[in-house]
């Protein structure tokens, strides 16, 4: 029965995520990018500023700061794909993947920003007093597509305890016991109890304990990369021409890589890119729609550096570290096959920083896959709370903690089907409705580019 269940849940999991799906997600993000003549490129700068500004918006209406609200989403997006997720596409599609994922992201900006502003220009305030908003909501406030909003958020509260709960807490049960050899109930136990004590706290508690613990692990895998490569920076120029010779001629087979032809690399590299940054998926909206801003123009440009943060950096350090030490045409001596995932990426940092380096990757996945716990917690609730009321957010939360001891110690592969599909399913509707409602992201902007920006840029003396 269960192998008929997971023969089933493959091939729908290969639909969901074929060719169509991916052609959609990068259209979008392109269609977007055009509508609003590349603004997420020109503004980008303006972005990160506001996104690591000391000035934040506390006295707008919301939950959290802008900063907080960006760093719950990327709490949710920066995890085991920007190790494992990077090197799967290098491993299948060759080094010009990583080409392809860049150009995913840089699409995906303009994604993220329309989702984000449609996500604050919707929102509503729960019978709590908090803000609640996402794609459920521009689906029927925005729409009056009720139907789809409900579909929308009965995928992203199922698919959540697999691919941001159970899924990461199985990852962290494997990297404890494989570098520390520490039993996998032992660490079910603490990971509960350390996501206990922030989730059911609310939004304000996993953005404060976000808003330190992302900046902490990105900025030590960034470095333990960035050691690596400065430690081979002559041999980055040809590194960087492999990455991009490969994009678009395709590469040969060599050592233990079986050779990839230019289509391998755009679609293990747009399909990585998509699910390591989620831009179009509708995840990252949900969160910032708890921020405290004066206009949806403003986080949306906070937002969107979430894609440029998860992507360009921290995956862009995973795949110049796979490609500098060669570590993508290793062959295994045991299997006599090439590695993959995060075996492949732990085999890289091993080389480049020998007896250490490995070390950098499991605490990176630790990290990574408990900030995804956290950051997929609130999204998960608030679908929740959209189909059920906010009654239902306590008993969300506890069943969410249990889930995390419960994936430690389970066997996988059919709660991860089941969630690869939901979590693909979630961004049919997404889409629909960015395309749908386009109208609204590009009058929301110029609203804030020719009356807010403007008269900032005036009053201060700045330049545009």
Avoid at 175 to 191: D, E, M, R, S
Avoid at 208 to 218: E, K, Q, S
Avoid at 219 to 242: C, E, K, N, Q, T
Wanted: hydrophobic residues 55%; positive net charge; proline residues 3%.
């Amino acid at each position: 029965m269960e192998a008929a269940i997971m023969n089933f849940l493959g091939k729908a999991g290969s639909i969901v995520w074929g060719p169509p799906m991916l052609v959609l997600l990068v259209g979008t993000g392109l269609f977007l990018t055009l509508r609003l003549g590349f603004y997420s490129f020109r503004a980008l700068p303006y972005a990160l500023s506001l996104a690591f500004s000391r000035n934040q918006d506390q006295k707008s209406q919301g939950d959290v700061s802008h900063f907080q609200a960006l760093m719950t989403a990327l709490a949710a997006t920066i995890g085991t794909g920007n190790i494992a997720g990077v090197a799967t596409a290098v491993a299948l599609g060759g080094p010009g993947a990583v080409v392809w994922m860049w150009l995913t992201a840089l699409v995906g900006m303009a994604t993220k920003y329309g989702e984000a502003i449609l996500a604050i220009k919707y929102r509503i305030v729960d019978d709590r007093g908090e803000m609640a908003g996402g794609p459920m909501y521009f689906l029927e406030r925005g729409l009056g597509w009720k139907w789809l909003a409900v579909l929308f958020a009965l995928f992203g509260a199922l698919a959540g305890f697999g691919i941001g709960n159970m899924v990461q807490s199985n990852s962290v049960a494997d990297a404890v016991l494989n570098t520390f050899g520490i039993a996998k109930p032992v660490t079910g136990v603490v990971l509960a109890v350390l996501t206990a004590l922030v989730i059911l706290g609310g939004i304000k508690s996993i953005g404060r304990v976000t808003g330190i613990l992302v900046p902490f692990m990105a900025v030590f895998y960034i470095i333990g990369g960035l050691i690596i490569i400065l430690m081979r920076i002559g041999d980055l120029p040809s590194a960087v021409a492999l990455l991009f010779k490969a994009a678009f001629t395709g590469h040969a087979a060599v050592g233990g890589f079986a050779g990839a032809s230019v289509m391998m690399a755009i679609r293990y590299g747009v399909a990585r890119g998509v699910f390591s940054n989620e831009a179009g998926l509708g995840s990252a909206p949900i969160a910032a729609a708890a921020a405290k801003t004066d206009h949806p123009g403003r986080q949306a440009l906070v937002s969107m550096t979430g894609t440029f943060l998860d992507t360009i950096i921290v995956c862009s350090i995973t795949g110049l570290v796979l490609a500098l030490t060669g570590a993508w045409t290793y062959l295994d001596p045991v299997t006599g096959k090439g590695l993959t995932g995060a075996s492949l990426t732990t085999h890289a940092f091993n080389t480049g920083l020998p007896g250490f380096g490995g070390y950098i990757v499991a605490m990176g996945i630790m990290l990574f896959a408990y900030s995804t716990i956290l950051g997929w917690a609130y999204y998960g609730e608030k679908c929740a709370e959209y189909l059920l009321g906010t009654k239902v957010l306590l008993p969300y939360r506890w069943l969410w903690v249990i889930s995390v001891f419960v994936g430690t110690a389970a066997s996988l592969p059919l709660v991860w089907d089941l969630a690869d599909v939901l979590n693909g399913l979630m961004a049919i509707p997404n889409l629909i409705g960015l395309i749908a409602l386009s109208g609204v992201i590009v009058s929301e902007t110029k609203d804030f580019v020719e009356n807010v920006r403007a008269k900032e840029i005036k009053s201060k003396g700045l330049s545009a």
